[in-house]
């Protein structure tokens, strides 16, 4: 049995134990030794953020070559093309390649708004520009590439939520809190 962490990682923490240029940890939420991110969530992303005690476990989730989907929900300026989404679901060419197909929707703010928690900072708003939810589906793991993807269709993202990683959610996990399973 391994132990695996499901937390759901709040804008502005970093996804390591040690802070870094006076930004929170994971070390302020989680008092756990011995325990490793599998994986990485920008600081600006918010979250499910797994960790675990198990370095075969750590690397199953995280290795690329083991395609593991995960969901992000990405709110994005202005309200994507059916062109847009068909784009993000053939594959974004950005400076490091070509991404792989995504699964790509609109969400409806009534699937979001129970589980959708309040930012801190709220994001910006501009009363001239309206705002959308995406739901991507991804199993290649690039540097910012969800942000990277929505911006090269023309929708810059303005806050990113990743909500799975395989079957594990982060439905049901306040903010800034874990729960714990054995695997």
Do not use: C
């Amino acid at each position: 049995m391994s132990d695996l962490y499901l937390f759901n990682k709040p804008f502005g923490v970093l996804s390591q134990f040690s802070e870094l240029d006076g930004a929170k940890s994971l070390a302020s939420y989680i008092p756990i030794p011995e325990i490793y991110p599998a994986g990485r969530l920008d600081k600006d992303s918010e979250g499910l953020l797994l960790l675990t005690n198990n370095g075969k476990l750590q690397h199953k989730i995280s290795d690329p070559k083991n395609k593991m989907e995960k969901t992000y929900w990405a709110q994005v300026e202005g309200i994507p093309s059916p062109q847009a989404l068909n784009q993000l679901q053939s594959g974004v060419l950005l400076k490091d390649g070509k991404t792989l197909p995504a699964k790509a929707r609109i969400l409806e703010e009534s699937e979001i708004e129970t589980i959708l928690w309040p930012r801190n900072p709220p994001i910006r708003y501009r009363a001239n520009i309206p705002t959308s939810w995406i739901e991507l589906k991804i199993k290649q793991g690039k540097n910012r590439q969800v942000r990277r993807m929505t911006a090269a269709v023309g929708f810059p993202t303005l806050r990113l939520i990743r909500y799975s990683v395989g079957s594990w959610t982060v439905k049901d996990i306040q903010l800034g809190h874990y729960i714990h399973l054995s695997v």
